[in-house]
């Protein structure tokens, strides 16, 4: 994995410093050390301190650079953000550096879940969701989602570029339409896919809209129409584990619950949030035939406070697992060692990284 970086290091270089102190980096470290150790790493660059007990050697600030600069060979670079401004001020500096191959900091990342991606590869019920889940876990760790971009061309017929959406199929391909009457729609952001609901599943009555920011999502027009066809009620929640009031990072439809992903805080508002367990009784619902479910990587947190609701209902279920390595691969194990009698589904519906959506089918509803 790390050839490629090895050969860009000239002969002569006997000290060098990583820039990013982050798992990469440390990663970076543990290989030099193992496969180069006529190299010292001497320390590591980055604005940011890291507690792991795999650091052991100074952490400098990035604001050091000039005088840190005469201390070593070369400054390997092992993060990419705002990498136009860190090659201007290492150029500035004349100082040395090398970046990490392009992809390298994906694989390093994503390689503490490959045993965890074989398990969850097991689970799908047929050829096509597991050859899907191969192709997304491959443009994961290359970076590279031309293959991907092709496949949902052709799948979805979608021609109008990597924001288009068919909703007529996403949340809805392998489920059976006829048996849902009332949904959990969790993550409701503005309600445009709901068109596809009302389109599709024939016996649908109510949608119970989860969506706690739906006063600055909503779209007037949108809105008017939702309420034209009669079939939604907006519960202003966020859906979690427990009961709680949490900072909720406002991002459009990537706002999400503060703390739970790498996006910064730009305006934060609080928001309450229940359990799906505990919404079933404030609703006075009966049964639930359909959970669907894309919150912004608050997946796991919700269906584990659905879990009672799940094994008692049985409802069909569409969940996103897109918002992160760890949902890709945890949310099907959990959901498999959760379900019994189900069978497991997988649809893309975006020519990039998003749009990832598990599917899980009761065995008795299959035709």
């Known amino acids: 994995m790390y050839k490629s970086l090895f050969k860009q290091i000239p002969k002569d270089v006997k000290k060098v410093a990583i820039y990013g102190a982050g798992t990469c980096g440390i990663a970076i470290k543990e290989a030099l050390r193992k496969n180069l150790p006529d190299i010292n790493v001497e320390f590591f660059i980055d604005s940011y301190k890291t507690e792991d007990e795999k650091i052991d050697i100074p952490i400098y600030s990035f604001s050091q650079i000039d005088e840190l600069k005469d201390k070593v060979d070369m400054v390997i670079i092992s993060v990419r953000n705002a990498l136009h401004v860190t090659i201007a001020i290492m150029e500035y500096f004349d100082v040395p550096y090398i970046f990490i191959p392009f992809g390298l900091e994906s694989r390093i990342r994503n390689a503490k879940y490959q045993l965890k991606y074989n398990q969850a590869l097991n689970i799908f019920s047929d050829k096509k969701s597991k050859k899907l889940?191969?192709?997304?876990?491959?443009?994961?760790?290359?970076?590279?989602?031309?293959?991907?971009?092709?496949?949902?061309?052709k799948e979805h017929?979608?021609?109008?570029?990597?924001?288009?959406?068919?909703?007529?199929?996403?949340?809805?391909?392998y489920v059976k339409k006829d048996k849902i009457k009332t949904i959990f729609d969790c993550g409701f952001c503005n309600g445009a896919h709901v068109f596809g609901f009302k389109k599709s599943l024939p016996n649908l009555e109510i949608d119970y809209a989860?969506?706690?920011?739906?006063?600055?999502?909503?779209?007037d027009y949108i809105d008017i129409l939702l309420k034209k066809m009669n079939c939604t009620q907006i519960v202003p929640f966020g859906v979690w584990d427990k009961k709680d009031k949490l900072s909720f990072i406002v991002s459009g439809p990537a706002s999400r619950v503060d703390g739970i992903s790498n996006l910064k805080a730009q305006?934060?508002?609080e928001i309450e949030t229940i359990t799906m367990d505990e919404a079933k009784k404030m609703l006075q619902i009966d049964k639930v035939d359909f959970i669907k479910m894309d919150i912004e990587g608050a997946e796991m947190y919700a269906l584990r406070g659905a879990r009672n609701l799940i094994l008692e209902d049985r409802p069909q279920l569409a969940i996103s697992i897109y918002h992160s390595s760890d949902d890709f691969v945890n949310i099907p194990l959990y959901l498999k060692e959760l379900l019994k009698d189900y069978s497991f589904y997988l649809g893309h519906y975006a020519m990039n990284q998003h749009e990832t959506v598990l599917y899980c089918i009761p065995d008795e509803l299959k035709d």
């Open 157 to 173: 017929d979608i021609k109008r570029g990597e924001k288009a959406r068919n909703y007529n199929k996403q949340y809805l391909e």
């Open 267 to 269: 305006v934060t508002k």
């Open 210 to 219: 989860f969506e706690p920011l739906y006063d600055e999502l909503k779209e």
């Open 133 to 153: 889940y191969e192709m997304l876990w491959k443009a994961k760790l290359d970076v590279d989602y031309k293959d991907i971009a092709k496949y949902v061309a």
